[in-house]
């Protein structure tokens, strides 16, 4: 039985050029176990298939693709239906974390359990 990474981040992306794969790759750089799910909210650039390219198999990484832009917060809510994971990162694509910032972020979370969320 596959243990459930302690965090999944969730990523919406509309048209987030190059700064999406550079999101994803500080993600993947965690020394945390994560999930990451990408929800594109019908990109008309090229930041999903510059993703798809760089990582065509990856199973931390989870894509949905909209047909239309749904918004940030519908968008959100598809991601969060396949999680399991007791802690959830909502992310901007256009921001990079740390190797360690997911660990911070845990141990945080963990430290005070009354927490419903940080920022």
């Not at 993703?51 to 065509?56: A, T």
């Not at 399991?84 to 141990?107: E, H, K, M, R, V």
Request: hydrophobic share 40%; net charge negative; aromatic share 6%.
């Amino acid at each position: 039985m596959r243990s459930v990474p302690p965090i999944s981040v969730i990523i919406v992306n509309y048209n987030g050029t190059e700064l999406l794969t550079q999101c994803v790759d500080s993600v993947l750089t965690s020394t945390t176990p994560v999930l990451i799910y990408v929800v594109d909210n019908a990109s008309t650039d090229h930041s999903l298939t510059q993703l798809q390219q760089k990582y065509p198999v990856e199973p931390r990484l989870h894509i949905i693709k909209n047909a239309t832009n749904l918004g940030f917060a519908k968008a959100a809510n598809q991601a969060l239906s396949h999680i399991t994971s007791p802690y959830i990162l909502f992310l901007n694509p256009d921001c990079l974390l740390t190797a360690d910032s997911l660990l911070q972020f845990y141990t945080c979370m963990e430290q005070h359990p009354q927490a419903g969320m940080a920022g």
